[in-house]
């Protein structure tokens, strides 16, 4: 195997990366596999000042992450190669300044534009500012650069959810981006608000309707500028490399783990039966790379790939993986700090889950906050359920519907691949321990996100012993309490009524 090239190494070496989304996470694990595994002359991030800290200190918090520990020990002296452009998607131009943009029209050769919002909860022109005009301005940028080789496009295989099958083809928007675009520049933000169902049409959020419309925009540069989209599905932690488990937040599946895990979400509205596409960030990630290879070193190559796992590879659905998921918490890594015992239901029923969630999650919430009040402490539960009921909203989106992807681009590219490459690139497994996988996962977040240290397991374990005696009790007074009142209230009085 040693002797077999790496081909896909071969396209970067000594190449000029532009990265947009480098704070992201694909956009981290990117970063750090391409210094990793290839040899690239210079890397340029694009990032924006945040929360009071500059540029190119967030650059220095993205390589702290542990994420990067491994590159560190492999390649030391690497990171020297990235730079920081200061700049943001969302201003003209991308905000950045003349002299920045003559070097990076003068010095890139790639450009992989990964940054968006994703929240769904996103206003319309927020989402089109981000997404869509971003997505223009990254292009603009691109047709400049002297020896542009190929723009990657990062969307999303969920952009078009009116297809039964998401194909791997263009999809024309149901509205002129560019149109949308000279709008939005003159609306205001209040008044844009109540236009919004009108220019959403069939669109479930303004995530997906200004993706939808990004796409468009790369695919009328196809024949002028290099481009290649790839969609992948929902990403997830890592499943192996650089560090299996890893995540950069607790939005989408982990997010309902931690909940659920806390004792903090009770219900959760989603189809149980129906399959989850999911693709870890590692593999994404390998399949950008590939795709590009593919791209450029194969005649007739597509230009748009599925990031997705083939339907013939899901063999398991929601409900299998929410209780392995409680079976991982419950018997193998318990968090600390637990509200209650791990548990709860799954419905396809909204009113059920209303009722589920009012009853166990927002009044023992509104109860515990009156009792933090009354011994002056700050109130928090209330409004921690309140961003976990409008997480859950978002991901509706994914769990109440069963989605269908053609996969066969990036199924073809698999056959192409040497030994060599197959393991550099994981692009498939054909063996997941969903169990082993997970508790690599809540092992991650506990560590680097919760920050709760491996000397902690044994007391959440304890912990964990007295809520399920406590979990049970309850259940039963609750129970007992119930039985009490339908006889007292509704059984007793029949009885005595049929005596007289």
């Excluded at 959020?205 to 419309?213: D, G, I, Q, R, V």
Aim: proline letters at 4%; one cysteine or more.
């Amino acid at each position: 195997m040693a002797d077999l090239p790496d081909r896909i190494s071969e396209i970067f070496h000594n190449k000029t990366i532009f990265i947009s989304g480098a704070t992201g996470f694909v956009g981290k694990v990117l970063i750090e596999k391409l210094l990793r595994v290839t040899d690239v002359k210079k890397m340029y991030f694009l990032i924006r000042r945040k929360k009071g800290k500059s540029p190119n200190e967030r650059m220095h918090d993205i390589f702290n992450n542990v994420l990067f520990d491994l590159l560190k020990e492999q390649r030391p002296g690497v990171i020297k190669k990235c730079m920081v452009i200061c700049g943001d998607v969302s201003e003209k131009d991308l905000g950045i300044t003349k002299e920045d943009r003559e070097t990076l029209k003068n010095e890139v050769d790639f450009i992989f534009h990964s940054a968006a919002t994703t929240r769904f909860d996103d206003t319309v022109k927020s989402a089109i500012i981000m997404n869509t005009r971003g997505t223009k301005f990254v292009l603009d940028l691109a047709e400049e650069c002297k020896h542009l080789q190929l723009f990657v496009h990062v969307s999303t295989a969920y952009a078009f959810p009116k297809e039964e099958v998401t194909r791997e083809k263009y999809y024309a928007p149901s509205v002129d981006p560019h149109a949308v675009l000279n709008g939005i520049e003159w609306i205001r933000e209040e008044t844009m608000s109540s236009f919004s169902k009108n220019i959403l049409g069939d669109m479930p959020n303004s995530y997906t309707f200004s993706k939808a419309l990004a796409e468009a925009l790369v695919n009328e540069k196809v024949g002028k500028v290099p481009v290649i989209i790839t969609r992948p599905a929902v990403v997830i932690p890592t499943i192996e490399e650089p560090l299996p488990g890893w995540c950069n937040n607790l939005q989408g599946p982990m997010g309902l783990f931690v909940g659920g895990g806390k004792g903090v979400i009770r219900s959760m509205y989603m189809d149980s039966k129906s399959h989850a596409n999911f693709v870890p960030a590692d593999c994404a990630v390998s399949g950008m790379l590939v795709a590009v290879w593919d791209y450029l070193r194969n005649e007739g190559a597509p230009y748009i790939v599925n990031l997705c796992v083939p339907e013939s590879d899901i063999k398991i659905n929601w409900e299998e993986i929410m209780l392995c998921g409680y079976d991982v918490i419950n018997y193998r890594v318990p968090f600390n700090n637990i509200l209650w015992y791990p548990g709860g239901t799954m419905t396809k029923s909204r009113i059920y889950n209303n009722f589920n969630f009012v009853l166990f999650q927002l009044i023992p919430a509104i109860v515990v906050d009156f009792l933090l009040v009354l011994f002056s402490y700050k109130p928090i539960l209330y409004n921690i359920q309140m961003r976990i009921r409008k997480g859950a909203e978002m991901f509706e989106f994914y769990t109440t519907k069963a989605w269908s992807f053609e996969t066969k681009n990036i199924e073809t590219v698999r056959r192409k691949l040497n030994e060599k490459e197959k393991k550099i690139y994981q692009i498939e497994r054909e063996v997941i321990d969903v169990k082993d996988y997970l508790t690599k996962c809540i092992l991650c977040v506990r560590r680097n996100i919760l920050k709760e240290t491996d000397d902690m397991l044994p007391a959440a374990r304890r912990n964990m012993k007295i809520m399920y005696v406590l979990d049970k009790t309850v259940l039963v007074i609750f129970t007992a309490a119930v039985a009490y009142y339908f006889y007292s209230l509704i059984l007793a009085p029949v009885l005595n009524l049929n005596r007289h």
